[in-house]
């Protein structure tokens, strides 16, 4: 990317707002996006999972959800929702193989690239680069754990409620009283069959699970966002209460 186009100031003040790249000098920014480019990707545009053997995406703007499919089967499940700041992929970027997820922009998402060799370069040489690298690979590692606990130890009402508590509480450990609701901004507009293969369930199923916590005031839904109206309760349901609910689910 050219320092002289308008848009290089923006992505450089974006990018040093990122865990990956926050603590870096101005300096090494400025070397690092010489190799980046800018790219938008379309609402509703699923990309192939080798994408990520070939470029490093940093969003800016916008929500990408990685997909998992059973090539027999077709059956999917949601690994997790990426947002502004985060990147895709780092796996593959450490262990150079191809990890078999598929991006889908769930917004119109901004974005900017760089070719995985150069980014691996930076791994090589710049421990300031490391030092932010390792602690958000390990964010992304216990994601995918929570998954895989969610999936294996709780029933699906439980799931569902630590899924939402999840995403609600991504950045910061709100206290348990929330006055005027949580707005859980990364999981707008998604239909109960997207939230249906985010915890392994089906449409049906979390619709009903749902509708029981609407009626319990736990949370509800306004023009297409999800708002948390009691979190002390959802915590409950998180931990305790799901197991009334392992009949129906």
Known sequence: MKNSLPLYKTCRHRLAQTLLFNSLSLDMLDDMLASFRFESWNKGVIRDSGLANRRFYVILDGRLELTQVNPGSGKQVVLMILREGDVYDVLSLLDGKENPVIPTSLDDVKLISAPVEAVRQWVSEHPEFNRNLFPYLGRQIRLREALVEDISLYDTHARL?????????????????????LDVDLLHDLSNEELARMI??????????????????????????????????????????????????
């Not at 409620?161 to 609701?181: C, E, F, H, N």
């Not at 509800?220 to 009949?247: T, W």
């Open 161 to 181: 409620a630590r899924m939402i508590l999840r995403y609600a509480t991504v950045d910061s450990k709100p206290s348990d009283d929330v006055a005027d609701g």
């Open 200 to 249: 392994g369930s089906a449409r049906q199923v979390v619709n009903r699970h749902l509708q029981s916590m609407k009626r319990d005031g736990v949370l509800h839904y306004e023009n297409h966002h999800l708002i948390i109206d009691d979190l002390r309760k959802l915590r409950r349901h998180a931990d305790d209460l799901g197991r009334q609910y392992s009949q129906a689910g």
